[in-house]
């Protein structure tokens, strides 16, 4: 590893990982303490917006989005260890703020969003790093996600990273740009289909005998967790950055 | 026979259940679910590899959807460009503002015609008027000729797809259909035997009804022209030996100039059936003395349509040229098919059209019938963005919503409206995850996990479990560690 200049970076963990997931926000602080990146919290983070704008609740995703742009503003890098919350500040509040904000808050969104990025992005695209020094000595295979593929367009970079992770067995996922089904609201507006969708996902998971299934969204990964789980189906999910942060020292938080 | 075979699907989206009802049957029968996934897995993956061989494919989308964003934009101009060169090339041209107009159109058309039988080019607008039934109750005999819907008319079954009608019957479901409607007891389920078959049975109509009925892939403004692509060339036969030919469209299907088709023809092929040329294409203006129909028709459907040309985001929707590549990708139309849309347009153009061709007054559940993947906008040939639509779509229905008094028994409506006051402050977001917490005990099983949910949360745990609330978040155990470290 070569030497990296000291990075501020400000995180911003995603309501739903600092409520559910708290593992994957301590494994992005190990994983990027451990590359020189100082890091910082802003205390009164909550949420982007992406589960109103997604269900139709636009002014109250524009509130959240206002909320976000204010806290961040003054950012020098903002990470952000979920795929779908970044496409929703990239893709969505362009739109809102077009629509409801006023110049200034555009003006400011703008000079913001070059900044923002997702965790395997900041990796690769930013500090420059592939082999972050981690050691993970299971079978792993790699839901790429909706927002990954189409919105983000992260393409190789999570494979680039896992390829470099010591010990790990990459498996090959059938049908990897098929939606697992979560949809957020989806999930529960339309349950049936949803599952329909997460069955049919499933069936390729499982097929390629990995122990763990990893992505850089841990909402895929609660639906595909959650269903692992129902099925006693021997298979766990793993936020990528809990690969990543795992070494031979202090190998990944496991939640069994 | 299954219970599933007997539920009629209801296509009109006034009366049609809503799609997470309408859903249920279909999931719940395998045959279907196999032959939708099928049909689709073979269709995406012709249409795949002809996308692949095309080097200029992104740049001829952006020209496809810069021809329909140009023609929308002007559509006035060029659709009276259009009634002008049709008519000067003797064919009529007629408006029809909504379903009940076109209808009663065609039918004084055809009492003027004093015929009692039509035969029929593939049309998906003349589904979405219902046509067939309205002909039928005014004692005109009605007769598919493209092969899918000769399969369907005779099946008495719904078109589940707009390119492929039929795709949700396999062949031995179309034997059974052929070999009981035709009396042929010993039919085979070879494609060639069925083909054979459906020819025998269509020569005879060809043969003997005088006027026929179209839809049009495109309505030519420069020359006053109409274009019907098509595989099996059965449209051809209805344009070559009738008397007399009505064609209907929609206002959106205008191009201004016939050198369009260069760009469309080729985006369209290779979207809807993975073929580099579709096998026939037929392209006429007007009536040709001693070629073709002496009487021409041409009925310009609204129906909804003008109404979605306002605002931008929405009008991207008419763009739509009929591909059907959107639900061939669709992870949701894959494990429904068609039927659950309860409109002849299914999957995530459907989606989009059908609640704005209602005003927004029916099909509310549509725009919710999607996981928001993208997938749709990535093949679409003319770059509808479907996602951000839908989006659209579903602003719409919660601001519906929030006029209604039955707003505050909704679950869903009460827990967004409440999370967004939680995420406005911090203090209340942190407050509400330690009640979560506490509350969540009474509901987590010892292995650390929650198997069961009330509410709306068990449309989760139906399927799901969830992991139960963690100890500590992650901004608690940040503070925590920064006390520590100080």
Redesign the interface.
């Given at each position: 590893m070569g030497q990296i200049s000291v990075m501020r970076v400000s995180l911003f963990?995603t309501?739903y990982?600092?409520?559910?997931?708290?593992?994957?926000?301590?494994a992005v602080?190990s994983l990027l303490e451990r590359l020189g990146v100082e890091l910082d919290?802003h205390?009164?983070?909550?949420?982007c917006?992406q589960?109103?704008?997604?269900?139709?609740?636009?002014g109250?995703a524009f509130?959240?989005a206002k909320?976000f742009v204010r806290l961040y503003q003054d950012a020098e890098t903002v990470v952000i260890p979920s795929s779908s919350c970044v496409a929703m500040i990239r893709d969505?509040y362009p739109?809102l703020f077009a629509e409801l904000g006023d110049e200034e808050l555009r003006n400011r969104f703008s000079a913001l969003l070059p900044r923002i990025f997702e965790l395997s992005e900041f990796l690769l695209d930013r500090l420059g790093v592939e082999d972050v020094g981690a050691y993970f000595p299971h079978r792993v295979v790699y839901h790429a996600s909706?927002?990954g593929i189409?919105?983000l367009r992260l393409g190789e970079r999570p494979y680039r990273l896992l390829a470099r992770v010591r010990g790990l067995d990459l498996a090959t996922l059938p049908n990897v740009?098929?939606?697992c089904?979560?949809?957020?609201?989806?999930?529960?507006?339309?349950?049936?289909?949803?599952?329909?969708?997460?069955a049919?996902k499933l069936q390729d998971i499982v097929s390629t005998g990995a122990e763990y299934c990893t992505a850089l969204d841990n909402s895929c990964l609660?639906?595909l967790?959650?269903?692992l789980?129902?099925q006693y189906a021997g298979m766990n999910t793993i936020h990528l950055a809990q690969i990543l942060a795992s070494t031979e020292k202090f190998p990944a938080e496991l939640?069994l | 026979m299954s219970h599933a075979v007997l539920d009629h699907p209801v296509m009109d989206p006034r009366f049609a259940p809503s799609?997470?009802q309408a859903?249920?049957p279909v999931?719940r029968n395998p045959q279907l679910?196999k032959n939708v996934a099928h049909a689709v897995d073979i269709i995406q993956a012709k249409r795949n590899k002809l996308v692949a061989e095309k080097s200029d494919w992104q740049r001829l989308r952006i020209a496809a959807s810069a021809i329909r964003t140009h023609a929308l934009e002007n559509l006035d101009a060029y659709l009276e460009e259009f009634e002008a060169r049709c008519t000067a090339a003797g064919g009529h041209v007629h408006w029809a503002a909504d379903a009940a107009e076109a209808r009663q159109i065609i039918l004084d058309l055809l009492r003027l015609e004093k015929v009692s039988e039509v035969i029929k080019i593939k049309t998906m607008t003349s589904a979405e008027i219902q046509l067939n039934p309205f002909l039928q109750a005014a004692g005109i005999g009605v007769f598919e000729t493209d092969l899918a819907e000769i399969v369907l008319q005779l099946g008495e079954q719904e078109p589940s797809h707009i390119v492929v009608p039929a795709l949700h019957i396999n062949r031995s479901q179309v034997r059974e259909i052929f070999a009981r409607r035709m009396g042929l007891k010993d039919l085979s389920d070879d494609p060639h035997s069925l083909t054979t078959a459906a020819r025998t049975f269509l020569r005879q109509k060809f043969l003997t009804i005088p006027t026929a009925i179209s839809g049009a892939n495109y309505l030519i403004a420069e020359t006053g022209g109409v274009v019907v692509v098509e595989s099996e060339g059965n449209g051809r036969m209805c344009l070559t030996l009738p008397r007399t030919m009505i064609t209907i469209g929609g206002i959106e299907k205008v191009l201004p100039r016939f050198q369009d088709l260069e760009v469309m023809l080729q985006v369209l092929a290779r979207s809807a059936t993975g073929e580099r040329m579709n096998p026939y294409t037929s392209l006429w203006a007007g009536v040709t003395p001693g070629d073709g129909p002496r009487n021409f028709h041409v009925v310009l459907l609204d129906n909804g349509r003008s109404g979605m040309l306002s605002r931008p985001v929405q009008r991207q929707t008419l763009k739509c040229i009929r591909c059907a590549a959107c639900m061939n990708t669709c992870?949701?139309y894959?494990?429904?098919g068609g039927h659950a849309y309860g409109s002849v347009y299914p999957g995530p153009i459907g989606a989009i059209l059908t609640p704005q061709l209602m005003h927004m007054k029916h099909a509310q559940s549509l725009?919710?019938?999607?996981?928001?993947?993208?997938?749709c906008?990535?093949v679409c040939p003319v770059k509808i963005n479907i996602p951000?639509v839908l989006?659209e779509?579903?602003?719409?229905?919660?601001n519906q919503e929030r006029r209604q008094a039955g707003r505050f028994l909704d679950p869903?409506y009460l827990g967004?409206?409440f999370?967004?006051l939680?995420?406005?402050?911090?203090w209340r977001?942190h407050l509400a995850?330690r009640l979560?917490r506490i509350g969540a005990r009474l509901v987590t099983r010892k292995d650390g996990?929650i198997?069961s949910l009330p509410s709306?949360?068990a449309?989760?745990t139906?399927?799901?479990?969830?992991?139960g609330?963690?100890r500590?978040?992650?901004?608690?155990?940040?503070?925590a560690r920064g006390k520590g470290a100080k």
């Open positions: 963990i309501c990982n600092d409520t559910l997931y708290p593992e994957t926000g301590r602080v919290f205390p009164r983070q909550t949420c917006g589960m109103h704008a997604n269900t139709g609740y636009r109250e509130s959240q909320r969505q739109g909706c927002h189409r919105s740009d098929r939606c089904g979560f949809g957020g609201t989806f999930s529960v507006k339309n349950a049936e289909v949803s599952s329909a969708m997460l049919t609660m639906h967790g959650g269903a789980h129902r939640t | 799609f997470p859903v249920l999931l679910r992870p949701v894959r494990q429904t725009p919710y019938a999607s996981s928001l993947c993208g997938a906008y990535e951000e989006l779509l579903r602003s719409q229905v919660v869903m967004l409206r999370a967004n939680l995420f406005a402050r911090a977001f995850q979560g996990w198997h709306v949360g449309k989760w139906q399927t799901r479990d969830l992991r609330l963690p500590q978040t992650f901004h608690e155990w940040w503070a």
